[in-house]
């Protein structure tokens, strides 16, 4: 059969720019290209600078998982000053970025991912009734009323009628690979809507302990805020009612509109649980994600990786194991492009040789993408709530473990179906609700140190330079809410002479190694032959895939024109 190109750019419902290019023939992918086309960057800039301020730069590569940058940030120069950090300080990280992860899980399913499962004009046609007879048998949650659903429909079905999509508008309405009946389709557009207003109630927590948010506040040694009953202005006990609250309305929307959600709309797409296998290799830093501590250490979770497709056996994680090449990005190294380098040697120049926007053709090119691409002692390595899940039923995580073969028991799959797109998709759902028990938690281990009289949220010993030695070195990781996150850091004399970020999307979207090696974006398209692509014209199940990885390309490239140049120009007509 002839072979055809298909170019899906920009793709979009994700942040960033990424480009798509892909061979088909017979209805299946067999080859494929992920491009990020978005020159910027924050890595450079930060040379030359205090180490005390690299998190505000840093939390600038990106708002959408906000904070996580800033956390990893801090917790790598913490980790080169061995500077020790407050109890009372770690908990709070760890609230916020629990928080974060939730927010971000529940707004990517909803609001990014969704529409390619839920077919908007379909619910249109929904009986409001039998759609609340249907919500019953899944969940308690109390906004499932025949009222609301029937509210919902008529006010969608009033802007379709004025020939206005709206929010909907722009995608593949009744696409043949649609599955769900028109009574799910409605209940998913109804939490739709309710998920709205929902993410901006519970990420509160991040304004009341980091006065805002996108890009709250942080503390090299501890936190930004203070904590005193007594006082108006701190966090007391007000304050903390507000956050028992967005906490616990945190948990109920997972438990009771989320997960319920994503396992009934899975039960319609069972095909996806072996489709978009990425790269058998997955890594998770473990409980060092919740952990002021910047190297992966012990916990109820520790570190590991899961080799070449065994997700039994789990792996100790070495650091030292990692190396980014610059093969197929547009970057050089001294010694050559086929040579890997590890973060604490990285480097970041850049050398664009690819033709001038707007692009015809990338795949052509040896080098056609921003994202360097990071292998794990070799190998191309997949990262995010899957990779975490996987993890931790390797390690026999009790709740875990509870919580997967439940879920995996109603879809009939086994583990390794989580290594899919309907997998991915799957483990975001069952993290949320995992995390919003243990910020519970956590909450509950602040408020005893408090009423115990231990309300310190900041350590002062480390904080001027004359304590620091002269030369040090760091590592800071973090689990972002797409997988993990590492920053790395060189301090000579109280500056910053080297500074590296290995993000979760330049993990899973770079491009080939000097082997050939493709990346786990392209793997999970191209691997096999076996991706379905019915109409190149409307590719819904490449978005499916890709948007199954939650992909955060600002947060993948960290070039920038220091002169403040233009690049590129984008016109719109």
């Known amino acids: 059969m002839a072979t055809q190109r298909i170019v899906i750019d920009p793709i979009t419902r994700i942040e960033g720019h990424l480009r798509i290019e892909l061979e088909t023939s017979g209805g299946r992918i067999t080859n494929a290209w992920a491009s990020a086309t978005q020159f910027r960057g924050i890595e450079t800039i930060l040379k030359g600078r205090d180490p005390r301020d690299a998190w505000a730069l840093a939390q600038r590569i990106c708002g959408v998982c906000t904070g996580v940058h800033a956390i990893a940030s801090i917790r790598a120069v913490e980790d080169a000053l061995k500077y020790p950090v407050p109890p009372c300080a770690e908990l709070i990280r760890n609230l916020m970025a629990g928080m974060g992860a939730v927010q971000d899980h529940v707004m990517h399913f909803y609001h990014l991912h969704a529409l390619d499962w839920v077919d908007v004009k379909s619910a249109l046609a929904a009986d409001p009734q039998a759609t609340a007879r249907l919500a019953a048998t899944i969940s308690p949650w109390p906004n499932n009323s025949t ?22 508008a722009g995608n593949y309405w009744g696409h043949p690979t649609y599955h769900l009946p028109p009574e799910v389709n409605l209940l998913a557009l109804a939490h739709y809507l309710e998920a709205l207003p929902w993410q901006r109630e519970i990420i509160r ?203 995996l028991a109603k879809l009939g799959a086994g583990r390794d179906s989580l290594n899919s797109t309907l997998g991915r998709t799957l483990c975001r759902s069952l993290e949320s609700v995992l995390l919003a028990r243990r910020m519970e938690e956590w909450f509950g281990e602040l408020l005893e140190r408090i009423k115990s009289g231990d309300s310190t949220t900041f350590n002062p010993d480390k904080w001027e330079p004359e304590s620091w030695p002269r030369s040090a070195q760091g590592v800071g990781f973090m689990e972002a809410p797409r997988g993990t996150l590492s920053h790395w850091v060189e301090i000579e004399n109280g500056r910053i002479s ?76």
């Open 147 to 168: 009222t609301w659903l029937r509210e919902v429909q008529q006010r969608v079905a009033k802007s379709v009628a004025g020939g206005q999509y709206g929010i909907f």
């Open 205 to 407: 927590l991040h304004a009341i302990f980091g006065g805002k948010n996108p890009h709250p506040n942080f503390l090299v040694g501890g936190m930004a805020c203070t904590i005193n009953l007594d006082n108006q202005q701190t966090i007391n006990n007000v304050r903390l009612d507000e956050l028992k609250g967005h906490i616990s309305q945190a948990r109920r929307f997972v438990e009771e509109v989320y997960y319920p959600d994503v396992l009934a709309i899975a039960g319609f797409y069972r095909e996806y649980a072996s489709i978009g296998v990425a790269s058998p290799t997955l890594l998770a830093a473990g409980e060092c994600a919740f952990s002021c501590s910047g190297t992966p250490q012990g916990g109820r979770v520790r570190a590991g990786v899961l080799l070449d497709g065994n997700y039994q056996s789990l792996q100790p994680f070495d650091p030292m194991k990692i190396a980014e090449f610059v093969d197929s990005a547009w970057y050089s190294y001294p010694e050559g492009d086929k040579s890997g380098r590890h973060p604490l040697r990285g480097e970041t120049t850049p050398r664009y040789t690819g033709p001038r926007p707007p692009y015809r053709e990338l795949a052509g090119s040896k080098k056609y993408t921003w994202v360097k691409a990071p292998r794990y002692d070799g190998r191309a390595v997949q990262v995010g709530p899957n990779a975490r899940i996987l993890v931790a039923c390797a390690l026999g995580h009790a709740e875990t473990v509870g919580m997967v073969d439940e879920a």
């Open 498 to 573: 080297r500074y590296q970020c290995v993000v979760p999307s330049t993990w899973n979207s770079c491009g080939r190694d000097a082997d050939g090696q493709l990346g786990p974006f392209e793997q999970a398209l191209a691997a096999g032959g076996r991706h379905p692509l019915q109409d190149p014209e409307r590719p819904l199940e490449v978005l499916r895939t890709i948007h199954s990885f939650d992909p955060c390309q600002s947060c993948a490239c960290h070039m920038f024109d220091p002169a403040g140049g233009i690049n590129c120009e984008v016109k719109v007509r």
